[in-house]
């Protein structure tokens, strides 16, 4: 989609040219993994379609569900590359619930095992090709994470209570997104990406340090929540009538959110500052007492 950006003689831009500083909106971003290898994955079994017309009702039941079972295999290969995307990007996070990549290995061999059957390749070649089916769309896709990342020395119970709160609070940023889009207007979908920018950093921030959690859970939760609410409602009027002052108020809003969580982020910073120093603190004394130099 095409973007505009601001200047002299953009409709929102200044008069003398000088746009307002904003953040890099791909500050942080990586290339996605889910790309053109999945989409084939759904292209590939379209021929059985072909296959399974004039060759009698065994060949198109057959050949029918080796396409379903592919298109299915495609489906959970690509929510499980998904899945991972969201894993690698945390430091502090659960393995995925259900292995999703290995199920399309297994459903990958299930459908050219059953495609092999239906063209008449006895019992043999069917075996070969899941098999080989499987283990290829291992090495292509990979394996699912199959352990929970976490910091060395915090405990479990902490680990998990992060990792739900950043889940938590994800699903809140993913449900702005959704709502912001009916409104139609690029730039505000824009300025609700630069305030989700500064959520994220302090939900990294968090995760490196699981004590900071009771500190920003209003934050991860109930200022989250809110702001999901308020971006639902805002998008809902704003789509039937263009009202500039629903306008005004709700960047008003997202102005105060973003400027709050930043200097949340920024108070566990120096907490975690002041923590370390007073810990090398108390080691300094222990070896002068133990007459260390």
Same mark, same amino acid.
């Given at each position: ?77 690509r929510e499980g590359l998904f899945a991972q995307e969201a894993y690698d990007a945390r430091k502090v996070a659960r393995r995925p619930a259900f292995p999703r990549k290995l ?12 495609a092999g059957f239906a063209a008449g390749g006895g019992i043999a070649a069917p075996a070969i090709y899941a098999v080989v089916g499987g283990v290829l769309h291992s090495l ?14 915090? *405990?479990?119970?902490?680990?998990? $209570?992060? /990792?739900? %709160?950043?889940?938590?609070? =994800? !699903?809140? &940023? ?20 630069r305030f989700q920018q500064t959520a994220r950093v302090l939900f990294r921030t968090v995760e490196n340090d699981p004590r900071d959690l009771t500190a920003a859970r209003r ?16 998008? *809902?009027?704003?789509?039937?009538? $263009?009202? /500039?002052? %629903?306008?005004?108020?709700? =960047? !008003?809003? &997202? ?39």
């Open positions: 989609m095409a973007q505009k950006f601001g200047g002299k003689f953009s409709p929102d831009g200044s008069p003398g040219g000088n746009a307002a500083p904003q953040s890099e909106p791909f500050h942080g971003a990586s290339r996605s993994k889910v790309g053109g290898r999945v989409n084939l994955l759904f292209i590939a079994p379209l021929p059985l379609i072909w296959q399974a017309f004039g060759n009698g009702a065994t060949a198109l039941a057959l050949n029918l569900v080796a396409l379903g079972a592919l298109m299915l295999a495609a489906w959970m290969t199920l399309g290995s297994v459903l990958t061999g299930i459908g050219l095992a059953i292509a896709f990979g394996i699912d994470p199959m352990r929970n990342k976490g910091m060395e020395g915090v *405990d479990q119970f902490q680990t998990d $209570r992060v /990792a739900r %709160a950043v889940e938590e609070a =994800e !699903a809140h &940023l993913r449900a702005m997104s959704d709502a912001i889009k009916r409104s139609g207007d690029r730039a505000l979908e824009n300025r609700v990406d934050y991860l939760s109930v200022y989250l929540r809110g702001a999901r609410d308020a971006t639902i409602k805002f998008s *809902d009027i704003y789509a039937r009538n $263009r009202s /500039a002052d %629903a306008r005004a108020d709700f =960047e !008003a809003l &997202l102005d105060d959110l973003e400027e709050n969580f930043a200097t949340r982020n920024q108070k566990l910073l120096l907490d975690d500052r002041s923590d370390l120093s007073i810990e090398i603190d108390v080691l300094r004394e222990r070896l002068q007492r133990e007459g260390v130099r």
